[in-house]
């Protein structure tokens, strides 16, 4: 199998061999990023333009060639890693047998559509090959803007040795496009390239690769995805989407992906060979299954943390009649061969509910290996593995005899296996270290300088926090902070009170901003400091205490301990606020008090459509008391059904609510479409009186802890299902 150390150092390494000698007779030309149209059109099989170095900006490039496979025109870059290319910049390769090599693409930016794409109009490529290249920080300026690194049109055509790195924004990384008859049957190859890191993104429709579209889904791409790394692709729950027939899948690494392999639509397709290594990262998986014909053997999975959706192996439950974008029911699938070693979930009949009702038939689980000697059970089945034929398995957990269609495995084929997976976990190398995160899962904060600086009342605060420099930490001594205009955090950065001072920010601009305004690139700590909304003489009041910018790429952390924020009294004036399409890691609200608002107090509900969007993914609120709240103390939502993310994780505990929302209809805690929620130890004294202390809108498959409350004169809760208190 390609999944070992030696793999990786190659694939990281980059092209093992890239080019063909031309031959002898072959012209080799010298042009800059510019001359290469022109001169493709005099090119002959063979020949090579040379990409004089240099950093190319603002280029539309169009390059065609009438070539082959066996002689290609080349265009290379004169050393690899020399030729730049930027800016608003993208490229169109069409025609017969061009291959286009050493390019690097990056911190560009384009606003739709793909930075390299495999066709021009309707002219599509054929036999041409992007190799050795490099698509890195090409991103449209809003993270809700869909584009894509790579579009693959036409038929044998080679994506090989590349790395797509810094893709922060909606849409799929690389796409394998059947919309044309000339793109069926393709017999593409994707082989040897990076993918990755790429963080959470919170929606769907942010895989790493896609094959086709459920329209094309009973359509053969015959497309071949073998030997890549995956590192670290956490977009969204599929980071490989087969969405078409009879493709191969082999050899793969995905590395700390938090999502899956999914054979979502389409039949036949060969799932071989691969290594998942999860090392217990939450919502790391395997393979998801649905429809017939498949085959998934001789793969590894190392510590798969995820369930459900995120499983290391789960085979979807069905609707009746499925409509081809729903869910076609599982049959006839050979599952052999494979090792599971330390995953928390194997499934059969994952996503059961009122619409999906058809489980898997006619499976064959054959010859598999499962180690977990802290699980009782080697899988899960809704409702039951009727439809599963169990052959010559094997395992290791706690109670084997739960399970008589198993027999036990001896001791040391799981650990020899095992080993495998430690040998490539040595040999992978890391261009990015996971984010430290704490007891939640929550990023951490605070990396840099250290530097302290210290902030008087008087002077230009936000001119002070703008020069900060990364992990700095700005200090406000006791008084009054009077800002004209938003605290810009742009860097990671720590705002505190000083020792024994109770410093008081207030809003004198001329015109309304949030107080505090979380920028691309900014995380923020902030500690100790009073927000008081009252308009200055003469001013308009804040737009929010903190909040953030509307146009950003990059996800960002929040951490609000002991702060206070009174008298906001218009009721768009919100304490801590998420905009639409930003994003946050992690939001962490500890020991504050929010007293005498009109508006809600804590809102990340600015994503209304029904597509699953929300706008951060860990929001931890405890320890805090809302106090003579007109709006929603706590208003959190990720709308729709859609089940392609696995946020975001809401918890509040040790809370007081007193005198909240009690409008009629309203509610004291709004929370809609989390996947994991936590209420617990929470005090509700006369409030949501004329609604619901609680108002949840949840669905079947979410998490919910929900205790230790205490109702006095208040609401009570809504809920979709029967909550034991």
Request: glycine share 10%; with cysteine.
């Amino acid at each position: 199998m390609a999944g070992t150390a030696a793999m990786a150092a190659a694939i990281m390494a980059g092209a093992a061999s890239v080019l063909m000698a031309p031959a002898a007779e072959a012209a080799n030309v010298r042009v800059t990023l510019g001359e290469v149209a022109e001169r493709l059109s005099e090119a002959a099989g063979g020949d090579t333009l040379t990409v004089i170095a240099g950093t190319y900006r603002d280029m539309t490039l169009d390059w065609s060639a009438d070539a082959s496979a066996e002689r290609p025109t080349v265009v290379i870059a004169e050393r690899p890693g020399a030729v730049v290319i930027s800016g608003r910049s993208s490229l169109n390769i069409s025609g017969k047998g061009l291959t286009v090599s050493s390019l690097v693409f990056a911190d560009g930016e384009i606003e739709k559509g793909a930075v390299v794409s495999f066709r021009k109009g309707d002219s599509l490529a054929r036999e041409c090959r992007l190799t050795d290249c490099v698509i890195d920080s090409y991103d449209p300026p809003r993270r809700d803007m869909n584009t894509s690194h790579v579009h693959l049109y036409g038929r044998d055509n080679r994506v090989d040795h590349c790395s797509f790195l810094g893709k922060k924004s909606l849409g799929v990384t690389l796409i394998v496009w059947l919309n044309y008859t000339s793109c069926l049957d393709n017999r593409h190859s994707i082989d040897h390239n990076i993918f990755g890191p790429r963080p959470v993104y919170g929606s769907n429709g942010a895989e790493t690769i896609r094959i086709g579209t459920s329209q094309q889904c009973m359509e053969s791409s015959r497309t071949s995805v073998k030997d890549n790394l995956f590192l670290r692709c956490n977009g969204e729950v599929e980071v490989i989407s087969v969405k078409s027939s009879d493709n191969v899948i082999e050899g793969n690494i995905l590395y700390e992906c938090q999502g899956v392999l999914a054979l979502r639509h389409g039949e036949r397709n060969i799932v071989r060979d691969n290594m998942f290594i999860g090392n217990e990262v939450r919502n790391t998986g395997g393979v998801r299954i649905v429809d017939s014909g498949h085959e998934v053997v001789g793969n590894k999975f190392y510590d798969l943390a995820g369930d459900r959706f995120f499983s290391a192996l789960a085979l979807m439950s069905a609707v009746p009649n499925s409509l081809p974008n729903r869910y076609v029911q599982v049959e006839d699938v050979l599952i052999e061969g494979n090792g599971f070693y330390g995953c928390r979930s194997i499934e059969f009949g994952t996503g059961l509910d009122y619409e999906r009702t058809l489980p898997p038939k006619d499976i064959t689980f054959r010859g598999n290996l499962i180690c977990n000697p802290d699980m009782t059970a080697a899988y899960e089945a809704f409702p039951d593995a009727d439809g599963i034929m169990f052959e010559d398995n094997e395992v290791r957990l706690a109670d084997v005899e739960a399970r008589p269609e198993y027999s036990a495995v001896a001791e040391g084929k799981g650990a020899q296996w095992y080993a495998d997976a430690e040998e490539l976990r040595r040999g992978i190398a890391q261009p990015e270290a996971a984010a430290e995160t704490d007891g939640n899962g929550v990023a951490k904060t605070m990396a840099g300088s250290g530097e302290k600086i210290i902030a008087e009342p008087g002077q230009n605060l936000a001119a002070i926090v703008a020069a900060a420099p990364a992990g700095a930490s700005v200090i406000l001594t006791d008084g009054t902070h009077r800002i004209e205009e938003s605290l810009r955090i742009s860097v990671p950065v720590e705002i505190l009170a000083a020792e024994g001072a109770e410093p008081v920010l207030k809003f004198a601009g001329k015109k309304s901003d949030d107080m505090v305004k979380i920028c691309d690139g900014g995380r923020l700590s902030i500690s100790g400091i009073t927000f008081d909304g009252t308009p200055a003489d003469g001013r308009p009041g804040a737009k929010a205490g903190i909040s953030t910018d509307t146009d950003m790429i990059s996800s960002y952390s929040l951490k609000v301990d002991r702060c206070t924020f009174r008298n906001f009294g218009e009721s768009s004036f919100i304490p801590v606020k998420g905009m639409k399409g930003t994003f946050a890691d992690s939001v962490v609200i500890s020991r504050c008090t929010f007293r005498d608002l009109s508006g809600d107090a804590v809102n990340y509900a600015a994503e209304l459509d029904d597509k699953g969007r929300y706008s951060a993914d860990d929001v931890i609120i405890e320890d805090c008391t809302f106090d003579h709240i007109l709006g929603i103390p706590v208003n959190i939502a990720r709308n729709g059904s859609d089940e392609s993310t696995a946020g975001p994780y809401v918890h509040v505990r040790g809370c007081e609510f007193i005198d909240c929302c009690n409008k009629v209809r309203g509610s004291v805690i709004r929370i809609i479409g989390a996947q994991v929620l936590e209420i617990s130890g929470c005090d509700f004294t006369d409030s949501g009186r004329g609604g619901y202390s609680i108002r949840l809108d949840d669905a079947p498959w979410e998490k919910l802890d929900i205790r230790d409350l205490k109702f006095t004169n208040s609401g009570k809760i809504l809920s979709n299902r029967e909550l034991t208190l």
